[in-house]
C-alpha cells in the first residue's frame, strides 16, 4: 500500500507538472494569436499543426502508441485554436463579451433593442412622391415609426431600375416629415454618405456592399445610425466582422439584418438563416432584425416567416409595401399591398402580445 501511496502522489505531480506547461503553451499560443490577429492571417495552419505532430510523434519511445499521441496532441491543438479564437471574439468591439449589455439605439423615438419589436417598412425603390406618401400613411397609421425606400437601387441586371437616387432621398425625407418618420435608406457609394445626411434617419449597407470595406468604413466615420444587412453568400463570422468595421471607426449604433442566404433551394428567393438570430444575439450586443420579404421572396411567406423572426427573439422585421405591386418597377412579386399590410401588422402585434405574456409567467 505504501508503494502505492507514493506511485499516487507522484503521478499528482506529474498531473500538476503537466497542467502548468499546458496552461505555459496557451500563453505562447495567444501571444501567437495576437500576432495573426495583426496581420490578418488565418488562425488555423494544417501544415504547421503537421509538422508539430510529426515532431511530437518522432520522439515518442513510451507506452502509447502513435496513433494515442496525436489523438492527445491533437485535442490540445484543438483546445489551442478555441482559446485563440474566444480571445478574438473578446476583443471585437461589437462582442458580447465586450459588452455585455444590449445596444439601444434612439431613431426618433424608436429605440431598437429595448425588448419591443419595432417595425421597418415601405416601398422597394422610390417611385414617386404619392407612391411613397400613401405608404407613409399606412405605416403613420399602425404605430410603426421607421419608413424604409430605395433610392439607389444596385440590382443584379444593369437594365433594371437603379433608383432616383438624392431625388429619391428627397422624396422620402418629404414624405416621412409629412408623418413624423424616420427614414431608412441604402447608400451604396462612399462619396453620396455625407450628402444623404441630410435626408436619411438610418443609412442602409445591402447584402451586395456588406464587405465594400470602403463604404463600411465611410458609415463608420459618421454620426448616424446603419442598418447593416448579411451578404449574399456571407457566413456569420464574416457577417459580424463587417460590422466591426463600422464600430471600429467609432459608429457603434448598428442593427443587423438577416435577410436570408443564397442556397441551391429555389422555391424562395433566399434561403432564411433564421438560426442566425439568436446566434448574432449571443454573440454580439447588437440589435438584429429580419428581412422577410428578400429572405423569400415571396408575398404569401411573409407572415409566416415574420412570425418566425419574433417567436425566435428578433428585435423586429423589415418588409416591403406598395400601394399597387403589381405596376411596382422592382420586385413586385414580393410586396405587399396596404390592405394586406394592415392585417401583416394586426397579426404580427396580436403574436407579440402572446409572446409577452408567456415571457411574464415564465
Do not use: W
Not at 485563440?84 to 444590449?102: G, I, T, Y
Not at 422610390?126 to 444596385?154: C, D, H, T
Not at 431600375?161 to 425625407?173: A, D, T, Y
Not at 463604404?215 to 456571407?234: F, Y
Amino acid at each position: 500500500m505504501k508503494d502505492l501511496e507514493q506511485l499516487r502522489e507522484q503521478l499528482d505531480d506529474v498531473n500538476l507538472e503537466i497542467l502548468k506547461l499546458i496552461n505555459q503553451r496557451a500563453l505562447l499560443v495567444q501571444d501567437i494569436g495576437q500576432i495573426k490577429t495583426k496581420q490578418s492571417m488565418k488562425r488555423f495552419d494544417p501544415v504547421r499543426e503537421r509538422d508539430m505532430l510529426d515532431q511530437i510523434t518522432s520522439q515518442n519511445d513510451g507506452p502509447f502508441e502513435k496513433a494515442t499521441i496525436e489523438h492527445i496532441f491533437k485535442e490540445i491543438f484543438k483546445a489551442s485554436l478555441e482559446l485563440q479564437e474566444d480571445d478574438h471574439r473578446k476583443a471585437l468591439l461589437v462582442s458580447r463579451k465586450k459588452k455585455p449589455e444590449d445596444t439601444i439605439i434612439d431613431i426618433k423615438g424608436a429605440k431598437i433593442g429595448d425588448g419591443n419589436t419595432h417595425y421597418v417598412i415601405g416601398p422597394c425603390a422610390v417611385e414617386s412622391y404619392e407612391q411613397v406618401e400613401k405608404v407613409a400613411a399606412a405605416v403613420k397609421s399602425k404605430g410603426i415609426k421607421l419608413l424604409r425606400g430605395g433610392a439607389f437601387k444596385p440590382r443584379t441586371s444593369p437594365y433594371d431600375f437603379q433608383g432616383l437616387g438624392i431625388e429619391g432621398l428627397q422624396i422620402l425625407k418629404r414624405a416621412a416629415d409629412k408623418h413624423g418618420l424616420a427614414v431608412v435608406s441604402e447608400i451604396v457609394n462612399p462619396a453620396h454618405i455625407e450628402e444623404a445626411l441630410d435626408y436619411v434617419d438610418v443609412i442602409q449597407i445591402g447584402a451586395r456592399n456588406m464587405q465594400n470595406f470602403e463604404l463600411l468604413k465611410a458609415a463608420g466615420d459618421v454620426n448616424k445610425p446603419v442598418l447593416l444587412k448579411r451578404g449574399l453568400s456571407a457566413t456569420i463570422s464574416e457577417f459580424i466582422n463587417a460590422a466591426e468595421y463600422i464600430n471600429s471607426r467609432g459608429n457603434g449604433n448598428i442593427i443587423l439584418c438577416e435577410r436570408g442566404i443564397r442556397t441551391y433551394e429555389k422555391a424562395t428567393r433566399n434561403t432564411l438563416d433564421i438560426s442566425a438570430v439568436p446566434i448574432l444575439k449571443q454573440e454580439t450586443h447588437l440589435p438584429v432584425m429580419v428581412d422577410v420579404t428578400h429572405s423569400t421572396g415571396r408575398r404569401d411567406l411573409l407572415l409566416p416567416t415574420a412570425k418566425a423572426a419574433l417567436a425566435i427573439g428578433a428585435d423586429g422585421v423589415m418588409a416591403e409595401v406598395h400601394p399597387d405591386p403589381a405596376v411596382a418597377l422592382s420586385d413586385s412579386a414580393q410586396q405587399m399591398d396596404i390592405p394586406m399590410f394592415d392585417h401583416f401588422i394586426e397579426e404580427l402585434k396580436e403574436m407579440d402580445q402572446r409572446i409577452k405574456l408567456v415571457g411574464e409567467k415564465n
